[in-house]
């Protein structure tokens, strides 16, 4: 695949593109590890490393066995895993992260290895909320302190909690929804980062300082350190942030944004992603340099892009790290060693709309791709989709005599359009793109096609929709754009996956 940088070799912003939300990031020596939520999807957790902080190699899942991660099957999305904290203490990686399901809570899992296996989660009941950080003094107390902001002691190998929480800091006056708090001890202070007026355009980021980690806290006076509400920046929503210093005593700070797209009001589709900006400091204050697409030259050579694997031919015994599944991943219903170099998936019944539907795919990454995989369905009925949630979704399906493409947006459910097609597997693809010709006050972000590869390996668009009715504009929630494959009835099965990104403007039809 594609490196994310130019083809010049400078790197862009963001650093992990599509649907990474929430990210928390620590150094250990040279090495820097990155932590992401993913909400209703399975494995939970994504893991990341990089030597640069510009390119992000996926090394696994923190929660990836069912015995970490139990998310209920009628859970709706958006629901699940919230806003991890990665940190590395006393040789061993913890991450503390919130299950905002039923039966979930606070949860601490650890590791001396990032890349797994993590340990099964020990229960934090006493600490409230969510967005938990946790953060170590001089005299080795674990403090805990989640959205809010408040904050209270913990032993985070048994998750037994100090007394009850007390309130340090709620942020700028009249900013709503402070949350996503990380502490640090940088110097002769203890500084407190915060996010602020909500994870929508008026997302923010302010900072306060004190002499213990309990406070009391003194505002910075250029609170918010980043925003970009009320601008007409590339990015909005910028929040939910983390610093880290690099070895070269530099300063950088992860956080969250968007790239909306089309007229007013904007929608941004693939979620919100993680961007990368430098922090100096001024008077014991951090101040964050511009938050540039291209990024500025950095003060180390970059290391070779993450190589993904733009084809998947599913010849491994597990499914690579990147693949999420809707709440759960049984090998009854998903899994590659039934029919050796396919992916099997087996369905419970219901349909795209149903919160237990088989459903198996990755972030869509870029604004422009196009995604293919060739289905066999004669014991069954499924595709190939683009989903934001149960609500609001396309699919083109098939089930071995007919393919259908299927929409859903809000309330409305709708068969698009029909075609016989010959027995036996077929391949089914859909093709994002911006929309052809200039952009209007009503323009939508994108369009998706649908269609089928013919015998002579051209591509027949089926349908071409709008793209802006899977985006978090019109569908809320936190998440973003996944492309993958599903089942509805019977077993289906497929023998590879490609995913391409494409680059600018492409003719609507794949």
Known sequence: MPPLHQPD????NPVIPGFHPDPSVCRVGDDYYLACSSFEYFPGVPLFHSRDLVNWTQIGNALDRPSQLRLPADMPSSAGIYA????????RFWLIVTNCSEG???LIVTATDPAGPWSDPIRAPGVPGIDPDLVWDEDGACWCTVAGVSQLRIDPSTGQTHGTPHKLWSGGPGAK???????????DYWYLLIAEGGTERGHGVSIARGLSPSGPFEPCPANPILTHRGTDHAVQNTGHADLVQAPDDSWWMVFLGVRPGGGTPGWHVLGRETFLAPVTWVDDWPVVGEVALDLPELPWPLSPGPVEER????????LRPYWISLRDRLAEHCTTKERPGWLTLRARGGSLDEPDVVFTGRR???LSCRARTLVDAAEGSGGLAVRLDERHHYGIETDGTQVRVVSRIGSVRAVVTTQEVPAGPIVLGVRITEPPGPYEARTGPDVVSL???????TFASLAILDGRYLSTEVAGGFTGRVIGMYATAGTVHFDWFDYEPLGGPQPASP
């Open 9 to 12: 070799g400078r790197p862009t």
């Open 84 to 91: 991890p904290t990665l940190r590395h203490h006393d040789g």
């Open 104 to 106: 979930g809570g606070n």
């Open 177 to 187: 929804a402070p949350e996503a708090p990380h502490l640090y001890r940088i110097g």
């Open 311 to 318: 084809r998947d031919d599913f010849e491994l015994a597990d």
């Open 364 to 366: 869509q990454r870029h």
């Open 451 to 457: 269609g089928i590869e013919l015998p002579d390996g």
